[in-house]
């Protein structure tokens, strides 16, 4: 009993982590369709390399995200962590169009008691996402501006550094798993929030479910570029929380007041 609920409490941690950004990165696909931004005036994506501590029901998990850039505008981002039998590890690659992301691939490798792998692969040109879950393929609906569960979290740092102004309720596509997801984010507003790091002006977002008991939050900040500095999720009464506990920003320390 001790295991499953271990990992019950493993894959909330992981799914909120790369869940909530989604949502946040919504007002991305609006402000770049509204307000577009010539090619050479484009801030573009710093390299970054971030700690972050999940806690659940006295549980902690550590975590480790970074993003290098690559030749011709590419990028590789990457993520994992382990808690005691269990652990995983993902990347994704996309490039940038402007400030725009263009999703290439994203792989998911869970390891020890946790052996499972999903991908999801972006073709050009072509009008289907391949899918890879529970050892099946699935032919995905694509549509533009589909991005997977981590390329459009780095959307969300892109559009925001270029227009620090979207803050609407606007929807999200992401293709994970079997399916292609719609998210929905409202803008809350602007908050203090203390981490190990320092304290930090950060904005409050929040995920709109349909489920009246499950609610999803997150925070970013302007002054780290809209790193993501804190979630909380909660169903069934039980909150699990990341706060972001380190890192550097193009090389500096991150470092708050």
Same mark, same amino acid.
């Given at each position: 009993?001790?295991?499953?609920?271990?990992?019950?409490?493993?894959?909330?941690?992981?799914?909120?982590?790369?869940?909530?950004?989604?949502? *946040?990165?919504?007002?991305?696909?609006?402000?770049?369709?509204?307000?577009?931004?010539?090619?050479?005036?484009?801030?573009?994506?710093?390299?970054?390399?971030?700690?972050?501590?999940?806690?659940?029901?006295?549980?902690?998990?550590?975590?480790?995200?970074?993003?290098?850039?690559?030749?011709?505008?590419?990028?590789?981002?990457?993520?994992?962590?382990?808690?005691?039998?269990?652990?995983?590890?993902?990347?994704?690659?996309?490039?940038?169009?402007?400030?725009?992301?263009?999703?290439?691939?994203?792989?998911?490798?869970?390891?020890?008691?946790?052996?499972?792998?999903?991908?999801?692969?972006?073709?050009?040109?072509?009008?289907?996402?391949?899918?890879?879950?529970?050892?099946? &393929?699935?032919?995905?609906?694509?549509?533009?501006?589909?991005?997977?569960?981590?390329?459009?979290?780095?959307?969300?740092?892109?559009?925001?550094?270029?227009?620090?102004?979207?803050?609407?309720?606007?929807?999200?596509?992401?293709?994970? *798993?079997?399916?292609?997801?719609?998210?929905?984010?409202?803008?809350?507003?602007?908050?203090?929030?203390?981490?190990?790091?320092?304290?930090?002006? *950060?904005?409050?977002?929040?995920?709109?479910?349909?489920?009246?008991?499950?609610?999803?939050?997150?925070?970013?900040?302007?002054? &780290?570029?809209?790193?993501?500095?804190?979630?909380?999720?909660?169903?069934?009464?039980?909150?699990?929380?990341?706060?972001?506990?380190?890192?550097?920003?193009?090389?500096?320390?991150?470092?708050?007041?």
């Amino acid at each position: 009993m001790a295991i499953r609920s271990l990992l019950r409490e493993y894959s909330t941690m992981r799914t909120l982590l790369n869940s909530l950004p989604a949502v *946040a990165s919504a007002a991305i696909l609006a402000s770049a369709a509204v307000t577009p931004v010539l090619a050479e005036e484009v801030t573009e994506l710093k390299p970054y390399t971030a700690q972050y501590q999940t806690s659940a029901r006295g549980m902690k998990l550590d975590l480790t995200r970074n993003l290098k850039r690559g030749p011709d505008n590419t990028y590789t981002l990457t993520n994992g962590g382990k808690i005691l039998v269990v652990g995983f590890h993902e990347v994704s690659v996309f490039r940038l169009d402007g400030s725009r992301v263009v999703p290439k691939s994203y792989v998911y490798q869970g390891t020890g008691l946790i052996n499972r792998r999903r991908e999801v692969h972006f073709t050009p040109g072509s009008d289907t996402i391949r899918s890879l879950y529970k050892d099946q &393929w699935y032919e995905l609906p694509y549509t533009d501006k589909t991005l997977d569960r981590m390329s459009q979290q780095e959307q969300l740092r892109l559009t925001l550094l270029n227009d620090p102004t979207p803050k609407e309720d606007i929807t999200i596509r992401v293709a994970d *798993a079997r399916r292609v997801k719609d998210y929905r984010l409202v803008y809350v507003g602007e908050e203090t929030i203390t981490t190990p790091a320092g304290s930090v002006s *950060a904005l409050h977002f929040e995920r709109l479910h349909d489920d009246p008991d499950r609610e999803s939050d997150i925070w970013v900040a302007p002054a &780290w570029d809209y790193l993501m500095v804190k979630t909380i999720h909660i169903e069934d009464g039980k909150p699990v929380e990341v706060l972001l506990t380190g890192g550097t920003l193009d090389g500096e320390p991150i470092s708050g007041d």
